[in-house]
């Protein structure tokens, strides 16, 4: 007889109320819970401080209010804890934001089984850190405007959704459009972590440059990388190969510094240094490769849109 698997182990105030439903917490939910869970869908997972630093005005607010979700059964967190290494709590779809974000697109609800392995999937992922890694670059654009009223990330789309819009032709850690004012700049991004050689980053161009080539935007693909050195030997490759045929622009990731502002280095020009939302980009007429300008249900935080921030 095989052995009871026992029950999830919660902390003591974190046991998670059974039967709930959605309808049995409606009352309890707000408009910012069904913007987490949407964003927790369309990008895997996200720590307590990203989620804290577009949502909320107080960490200690976003804290308490994720770990009330999590006892309804509305999201779910992990922690994965490695000697010497940062261990952010990581949030992920709980049984019920998941079964709301599918029934809100007309979709059926993962089984319990299917979002068990989903939470196990983003938990045992040998890429989590460079998952994390892309979403802070966009939730870095987000804190950037939520301070600047001429300035919005109007779209933010994940890996899964990106290659699902351009026909599977591409697969780029994500896409966004910057919005500056007057300016708007569409683009791809590439988080480079060094790990891969440098053969490899400049192979991927041509998935680029054919999409664009077959009615595609012409959206720059924007490579981000990790220090200085390899940015600078990467545009030695660029400069040494063959025409690009599409817009590439670098910069190197630093803590603290936006990436709206003049870090990008556009390969075949000079050194100086340009805004997101000076980097030449068009989004091109609308067709089965080219989904066109942003519409407002493509915002990240499109359920807030005219709702005021919650403290």
């Given at each position: 007889m095989n052995a009871a698997v026992p029950p999830r182990q919660f902390p003591e105030g974190e046991t998670p109320e059974r039967g709930s439903s959605l309808l049995t917490i409606s009352h309890r939910l707000r408009v910012r819970d069904y913007a987490i869970a949407n964003l927790l869908d369309e990008h895997g997972t996200l720590t307590t401080d990203q989620l804290a630093r577009v949502l909320f005005d107080h960490r200690t607010t976003c804290r308490h209010r994720l770990y009330t979700l999590r006892r309804l059964g509305f999201v779910d967190r992990f922690v994965r804890n490695r000697p010497g290494e940062p261990n952010p709590a990581c949030w992920v779809p709980g049984p019920l934001s998941a079964r709301y974000v599918a029934l809100a697109r007309g979709e059926a609800p993962p089984s319990?089984?299917?979002?068990?392995?989903?939470q196990d999937r983003a938990y045992a992922s040998p890429y989590l850190d460079h998952l994390l890694e892309v979403n802070?670059?966009?939730?870095?654009?987000?804190?950037?405007?939520?301070?600047?009223?001429?300035?919005?990330?109007?779209?933010w789309w994940s890996e899964r959704t990106t290659a699902a819009t351009f026909g599977r032709r591409i697969h780029p850690d994500g896409h966004g459009i910057w919005r500056d004012g007057d300016a708007e700049t569409g683009f791809y991004l590439e988080h480079d972590r060094g790990t891969e050689s440098l053969t490899r980053l400049t192979?991927?161009?041509?998935?680029?440059?054919?999409?664009?080539?077959?009615?595609g935007p012409d959206y720059p693909v924007l490579f981000t990388l990790p220090s200085p050195a390899r940015e600078e030997h990467l545009h030695t490759r660029l400069a040494a190969g063959p025409s690009l045929g599409v817009t590439v622009a670098t910069c190197v990731t630093t803590p603290g510094v936006s990436a709206a502002g003049p870090v990008w280095w556009l390969a075949g020009a000079d050194r100086r240094r340009?805004?997101?939302?000076?980097?030449?980009a068009g989004h091109g007429p609308e067709g089965p490769l080219s989904p066109g300008p942003a519409r407002p249900d493509h915002h990240p935080l499109a359920l807030l849109t005219g709702v005021p921030l919650l403290p």
């Amino acid at each position: 007889m095989n052995a009871a698997v026992p029950p999830r182990q919660f902390p003591e105030g974190e046991t998670p109320e059974r039967g709930s439903s959605l309808l049995t917490i409606s009352h309890r939910l707000r408009v910012r819970d069904y913007a987490i869970a949407n964003l927790l869908d369309e990008h895997g997972t996200l720590t307590t401080d990203q989620l804290a630093r577009v949502l909320f005005d107080h960490r200690t607010t976003c804290r308490h209010r994720l770990y009330t979700l999590r006892r309804l059964g509305f999201v779910d967190r992990f922690v994965r804890n490695r000697p010497g290494e940062p261990n952010p709590a990581c949030w992920v779809p709980g049984p019920l934001s998941a079964r709301y974000v599918a029934l809100a697109r007309g979709e059926a609800p993962p089984s319990p089984r299917a979002l068990r392995d989903r939470q196990d999937r983003a938990y045992a992922s040998p890429y989590l850190d460079h998952l994390l890694e892309v979403n802070q670059f966009f939730i870095d654009l987000l804190v950037d405007a939520r301070h600047r009223p001429e300035a919005d990330l109007v779209r933010w789309w994940s890996e899964r959704t990106t290659a699902a819009t351009f026909g599977r032709r591409i697969h780029p850690d994500g896409h966004g459009i910057w919005r500056d004012g007057d300016a708007e700049t569409g683009f791809y991004l590439e988080h480079d972590r060094g790990t891969e050689s440098l053969t490899r980053l400049t192979d991927k161009l041509g998935a680029y440059r054919r999409l664009r080539a077959d009615g595609g935007p012409d959206y720059p693909v924007l490579f981000t990388l990790p220090s200085p050195a390899r940015e600078e030997h990467l545009h030695t490759r660029l400069a040494a190969g063959p025409s690009l045929g599409v817009t590439v622009a670098t910069c190197v990731t630093t803590p603290g510094v936006s990436a709206a502002g003049p870090v990008w280095w556009l390969a075949g020009a000079d050194r100086r240094r340009l805004r997101l939302a000076d980097l030449p980009a068009g989004h091109g007429p609308e067709g089965p490769l080219s989904p066109g300008p942003a519409r407002p249900d493509h915002h990240p935080l499109a359920l807030l849109t005219g709702v005021p921030l919650l403290p």
